[in-house]
């Protein structure tokens, strides 16, 4: 079958001999995809920023498809079903996803208990192949696959495996109460939408700070929200500072994570060197921006070694910091419903739609930020026909 | 061959300070900095001890993070450690993942593997079409001039190099006669 291979940092290639999935458990579906996206954090894989990323994997934790076959025990899904698949790999029962913590569960990951399992994001993640690929195996098929509602649209089911949940959930931790100012750091798609649902939650005022002028407007129209360049405000803290009468944000919200630009010393020892687990420029800015007794919220994906943050200023500050995985599963009643009413419109985000042949020029184009493009979706063959 | 470990729950000890009278009584659980995102069941306190699905059959090389006691019910199995890239993962996972020795070794073991990839490649009679696996076609339709940019910088410092080599090679030859 035709699928993504990742052949090292900054090389992907579409490969036509890659074997096809197979049940390998009784709780397993084997899904042919019909959409699939390249995310933001995709990238930190492209980049070979994430440890355990093996050549010859398969990216891709963002995507629908049709139930080609179904595992004994599944009873939830049968052969035919469209749907859409949150990016955690969920079991259902342990501990944590009893508790509604669906990205954090402790039976899909055995590689690593600091994260689930998660498709197509490397060995540390579990080891799965992931959707970028014609078909792709689901495990817990039970838990996690649901069925596109009739009337969706198949692009804006896709943005709810991972995009939408995630920048919902990124306003959701935020805490955010009637009136408050949120800033959210990077205008990428999860930024763009956590400033897009942080008015679902009340917000007075959004702000959105990132460097890439597009992005900046495309958030404007979007979000609806102010939008500023960090690279002609000056101090981005101190500019904050004043736009907020010198009391600093409810709200700071990191959806930037490793791969942060605005800072020679982050931008050096964590991108260039490694000797951290990548640049932590917005979560820096996040809490010194925020008010005393603030919250910062994170998404933005971090390594898992070590990173340079003030944190002597989130105990002075008294700053709660909340972060996780967003929760798909979860949240995917809540955000059905957004999308049904019209309230959130996730499909306006995609600019790119781009043949699952041409892979390595969707990844360039995405990293390097070209074209004007915000959100690219992979279309393999056979899938229009099936959409 | 690992033995399955069946985790205990833990229970106070006898005498233990939640024997005190007004134990929990401010007990509060919205006053949680995860609420809403987590349902609080009081689950956590069985530790392990939950229902699990059959174990999946482990049929390649599954390295396991030595902070869990076993492996989970289900698992990836993309690409199995190999080569020496495999060695340098065997060799990551006797540390923990609060080890620098775990993750840095991942690391080198990823950089290692990339070039195993080209080696692989053409053991199998495959070019890697280096330039197009880096997505150049779409930069040179989008992103030209950066292209030329990068180009004539790459044949510049080539040509100054090889300017330099073959430059340090005629002087030596002059003193050596």
Redesign the interface.
């Known amino acids: 079958m035709l699928a993504m291979n990742y052949?090292?940092?900054?090389?992907?290639?579409a490969d036509r001999n890659r074997p096809y999935p197979e049940i390998?458990?009784?709780?397993?579906a084997i899904v042919r995809v019909t959409r699939s996206c390249i995310c933001g954090s995709d990238l930190h894989l492209y980049h070979?920023l994430v440890?355990?990323?093996?050549?010859?994997?398969?990216f891709g934790h963002e995507f629908t498809g049709i139930v080609e076959e179904v595992g004994e025990?599944i009873t939830t899904l049968k052969v035919g079903d469209h749907v859409l698949v949150p990016f955690n790999?969920a079991?259902g029962?342990?501990?944590f996803c009893?508790?509604?913590?669906y990205g954090n569960c402790?039976?899909?990951?055995?590689?690593?208990?600091?994260v689930g399992?998660i498709f197509g994001y490397s060995?540390?993640a579990?080891?799965?192949?992931g959707g970028q690929a014609e078909y792709v195996r689901v495990?817990?098929a039970d838990v996690g696959p649901t069925i596109i509602p009739a009337g969706m649209d198949l692009d804006d089911a896709v943005l709810l495996t991972d995009v939408v949940p995630t920048g919902y959930?990124a306003a959701?931790?935020g805490g955010i109460q009637k009136g408050d100012t949120v800033v959210v750091f990077g205008a990428g798609p999860i930024g763009i939408m956590a400033a897009r649902c942080a008015w679902l939650f009340g917000a007075q005022r959004v702000i959105i700070i990132d460097h890439i002028e597009y992005r900046l407007e495309f958030a404007r129209q979007y979000a609806k929200c102010e939008a500023y360049n960090f690279r002609s405000i000056g101090d981005p803290v101190f500019f904050l500072k004043k736009a907020t009468d010198y009391y600093g944000a409810d709200v700071c919200i990191d959806a930037v994570g490793c791969e942060a630009a605005g800072s020679a010393m982050q931008t050096f020892t964590g991108r260039k060197t490694?000797l951290q687990a990548g640049s932590a420029t917005a979560l820096h800015w996040a809490i010194n921006a925020v008010k005393k007794g603030g919250i910062v919220s994170i998404v933005g994906v971090y390594?898992?070694?070590w990173n340079l943050v003030p944190i002597g200023n989130v105990v002075n500050k008294g700053i709660?910091i909340?972060a996780?995985q967003a929760?798909v599963k979860?949240l995917l009643p809540k955000l059905v419903d957004h999308v049904m009413a019209g309230r959130l419109n996730p499909k306006e985000l995609i600019t790119h739609r781009v043949p699952l042949e041409e892979v390595?020029?969707?990844?360039?184009?995405f990293?390097?930020k070209?074209?004007n493009c915000i959100k690219t979706i992979l279309i393999p063959p056979r899938a229009e026909a099936a959409a | 061959m690992k033995t399955e470990i069946t985790p205990t729950p833990i229970h106070p000890a006898p005498g233990a300070g939640t024997d005190l009278p007004g134990w929990g009584i401010d007990a509060d659980p919205t006053n949680n900095p995860t609420h809403p995102m987590k349902h609080y069941t009081g689950a956590d306190h069985d530790r392990l001890n939950y229902p699990r699905a059959l174990q999946q059959t482990r049929t390649v090389e599954v390295l396991q993070s030595n902070e869990r006691p076993t492996l989970t019910r289900v698992f990836g199995t993309a690409v199995p450690p190999s080569g020496v890239s495999g060695m340098l993962r065997r060799y990551a996972f006797r540390f923990s993942e609060g080890s620098a020795g775990h993750w840095l070794t991942l690391i080198l073991a990823d950089r290692i593997n990339a070039m195993e990839g080209i080696a692989d490649d053409l053991r199998h009679g495959t070019v890697p079409n280096i330039f197009a696996e880096r997505g150049w076609n779409a930069a040179w339709k989008h992103d030209r001039k950066n292209v030329i940019k990068r180009v004539a910088i790459g044949a510049a410092i080539t040509a100054a190099v090889v300017t330099f080599a073959v430059m340090h090679k005629a002087g030596k030859k002059k003193l050596s006669i």
């Not at chain 1, 052949?7 to 290639?13: A, D, E, I, L, S």
């Not at chain 1, 440890?51 to 398969?58: A, L, N």
């Open positions: 052949r090292g940092p900054f090389r992907v290639r390998m458990h009784p709780r397993d070979g440890p355990d990323t093996r050549v010859g994997s398969t025990e790999i079991c029962t342990c501990s009893q508790q509604g913590l402790h039976e899909s990951n055995p590689e690593a208990t600091a399992g060995h540390t579990g080891g799965y192949d495990p817990y959930q959701e931790m490694l390594g898992p070694t709660t909340r996780n929760s979860r390595s020029d969707a990844y360039h184009i990293s390097q070209l074209d």
